[in-house]
């Protein structure tokens, strides 16, 4: 069996991956493993133009929103994880499409597992969205976990 050492916990700030985070923390526990955490967020592809006002640069606007919420967010997410004790080392905020950047990370950082939320989606709207879990679990380079939490589970 490999050692686990390096687990990789993507967020999107959701229950379920708090959930996941938790459970990586009781890993990294068992296991002396460190965590990272990363959130790869994708900038809006379509916004009509009738709905904007006349700015310039607006696409730019937008980008740098999405870039400093993401990075606050993520920021947040590490301070909360370090203030619960949890064995985090750090957070990247990464531009990109969330299945296809985590799993780059995962080849390129070597990590041992990923501890990932799913929203446990359905139907037409998993067809419509489709599922980063799922993308991360079929590319990964390495063995993914996936947990939903208790309140998306009912």
């Known amino acids: 069996m490999a050692r686990i050492r390096k687990i990789l916990v993507p967020v999107d700030f959701s229950e379920s991956s708090r959930a996941a985070l938790a459970y990586a923390a009781e890993l990294a526990q ?7 955490l990363v959130h790869v967020w994708q900038a809006p592809t379509f916004i009509p133009t009738a709905t904007l006002p006349e700015v310039p640069n607006v696409d730019a ?10 990075e ?48 446990g989606r359905t139907g037409l709207s998993h067809a419509m969205m489709g599922s980063v879990a799922e993308k991360v679990v079929r590319l990964a380079p390495c063995p993914v976990l996936t947990v939903r939490s208790e309140a998306e589970q009912g």
């Open 30 to 36: 068992r296991f002396g493993a460190t965590i990272d």
């Open 61 to 70: 606007n937008i980008v740098n929103l999405v870039r400093k919420n993401a």
């Open 72 to 119: 606050e967010a993520t920021a947040h997410a590490l301070a909360d994880a370090k203030a619960q004790g949890l064995p985090v080392e750090r957070a990247r905020c990464e531009p990109g499409v969330p299945a296809r950047g985590i799993v780059e990370l995962a080849k390129a950082d070597g990590y041992d597992l990923i501890v990932i939320g799913t929203h």
